[in-house]
C-alpha cells in the first residue's frame, strides 16, 4: 500500500513538473510571438506611415496629411460615375483648404481602368483637367488589395470597403476614418460636405 501511495505521489509530482515546464515554454513562446507580430500592426495602425508613388512615379508621403482631412476615392476611366473626377475637382478648388483629395485608378470593378498610369493621368488631365492628387494605379480588393486598402477597410465604420469605382473614405485630421460614401454619393453631396465642415 505503502508503495502505491509513493509511486501516485512520483506521477503527480512527474505530471506537475510536465506541466509546468511545458506550459511555461508555450507561454513564452506566444510571448515571443505576439512581441514580434506587434510591430507591423503597430505600424500599420497608423495612415501617417504609408508611402505611395503619384501618377508620374513621385514620392508621395502621407505623413504631409497630419492636421487635414483626407479624402480617398477608387477611381476608374470608362465607369458610369466616372463624371464625378469633375465634382472632385470641384471639391478640390472650392474646399482644397479643408480637404486633400487622393485618387487611386484601380481595374477591380468591370475592368474599368484598364489603362497604364502615363494613360490615366492623360486622361484625367485631358477630360477634367484634375489637379489633385493622383497617385499610381493598384488593387482596391481581393488579395492583391494594396495595404492602405486593407487598412481602411479595417478602420472604417461598419469595416466597409469599395464595392464599386468612386468609393470614399473620409480621414480626419488626426488619421482616423470617420466615414465611407459609395459609389452614388457624389464628392459635392451635402452629406459628404458638412462631414468635411466638421
Not at 139 to 151: A, I, Q
Request: aromatic share 10%.
Amino acid at each position: 500500500m505503502k508503495n502505491l501511495h509513493k509511486l501516485l505521489a512520483l506521477v503527480l509530482v512527474l505530471g506537475v513538473t510536465v506541466s509546468c515546464s511545458g506550459g511555461g515554454g508555450t507561454t513564452n513562446l506566444k510571448e515571443e510571438t505576439m512581441a514580434t507580430e506587434s510591430t507591423p500592426n503597430t505600424q500599420a495602425n497608423d495612415f501617417y506611415t504609408f508611402k505611395m508613388k503619384s501618377l508620374d512615379g513621385k514620392d508621395v508621403d502621407f505623413s504631409q496629411y497630419k492636421g487635414k482631412k483626407v479624402l480617398l476615392v477608387n477611381t476608374a476611366s470608362e465607369c458610369g460615375f466616372t463624371p464625378q473626377y469633375e465634382d472632385l475637382q470641384q471639391l478640390h478648388e472650392q474646399h482644397g483648404k479643408e480637404v486633400v483629395i487622393l485618387g487611386f485608378p484601380a481595374n477591380n470593378f468591370g475592368g474599368q481602368e484598364p489603362g497604364s498610369n502615363e494613360e490615366i493621368a492623360s486622361f484625367c488631365q485631358k477630360n477634367y483637367g484634375v489637379t489633385f492628387q493622383m497617385l499610381e494605379k493598384i488593387s482596391v480588393k481581393g488579395e492583391d488589395r494594396h495595404p492602405l486598402y486593407t487598412w481602411l477597410a479595417q478602420h472604417a465604420p461598419g469595416n466597409e470597403e469599395p464595392s464599386w469605382n468612386f468609393s470614399k473614405y473620409l480621414v480626419d485630421e488626426n488619421g482616423k476614418v470617420v466615414g465611407f460614401y459609395p459609389s452614388k454619393v457624389k464628392p459635392m453631396d451635402k452629406e459628404l460636405l458638412a462631414a468635411i465642415e466638421q
